[in-house]
């Protein structure tokens, strides 16, 4: 157990619908970052949040949104989702957020939510 | 747009052998570098990381080298495990994002 939370661990829905996916973070951290992962591709960056605040973007669609909780805690928003959409959704949280160079910021990932989009 | 990638997507190993996993990056303004093992149905798990300003670092059974004259990094495993068995994704930090490589599929045979 890596100590980020993340649910549904599996979620299946039709295209046009919407989900939200849930992730609670390490206790002590306060980024929280999102990346999916398609069956051909790597791990794509979605967006990141600090302490409530985003703090970064990546190839996050506009039908796609995030926020960061006062407890810290995220949810990524999906909505009218096509079939492309059908991934694994990973959340990572670490103490301080990304910077070059430094080791503290090392992510720490949870084991992923399956969306299947019928 | 740069990016990191791996040069090969799978990689066959004798149990017991040593694997040798490498990365080829194209930014060469990144500046800190990890390597990440993914078991299947489980998130990315940290394994070893190195900064731009070192050659080589060591860990358990495992060394990162960089050479950032040709911008390259692997990851070497020594006496490779079944329980190596997993994908693995060399990532770098840069403009204060953590972005991915394709990843490396590693099968160790028995």
């Known amino acids: 157990d890596s100590g980020v939370t993340q649910t549904p661990k599996h979620l299946i829905t039709a295209t046009g619908q919407r989900v939200t996916l849930r992730c609670s973070p390490r206790?002590?951290?306060?980024?929280v970052y999102w990346y999916q992962q398609s069956l051909d591709q790597g791990l794509q960056f979605l967006i990141q949040y600090y302490n409530g605040e985003e703090r970064a973007k990546g190839n996050i669609l506009e039908r796609f949104s995030a926020q960061q909780f006062p407890d810290l805690h995220s949810e990524l928003n999906l909505s009218s989702l096509e079939l492309g959409d059908s991934a694994l959704y990973f959340c990572a949280s670490s103490v301080v957020p990304v910077a070059g160079g430094s080791g503290a910021n090392v992510l720490t990932f949870g084991a992923g939510s399956r969306l299947t989009v019928l | 747009g740069e990016s990191v990638g791996l040069h090969l997507p799978t990689l066959s190993v004798q149990e017991g052998d040593n694997s040798i996993i490498n990365c080829a990056y194209s930014n060469s303004a990144s500046d800190y570098f990890i390597w990440y093992k993914q078991e299947s149905g489980k998130g990315p798990q940290f394994i070893i990381d190195?900064?731009?300003?070192?050659d080589k670092r060591q860990g358990q059974r495992v060394t990162v080298l960089l050479n950032k004259t040709v911008k390259h990094l692997s990851l070497q495993i020594a006496a490779t495990q079944p329980g190596d068995s997993a994908v693995y994704f060399c990532?770098?930090?840069?403009?204060?994002?953590?972005?991915f490589g394709a990843g490396t599929t590693v099968t160790v045979r028995a």
């Open positions: 206790s002590g951290d306060l980024s």
């Open positions: 190195i900064r731009s300003n070192m």
């Open positions: 990532a770098e930090i840069n403009d204060y994002k953590l972005s």
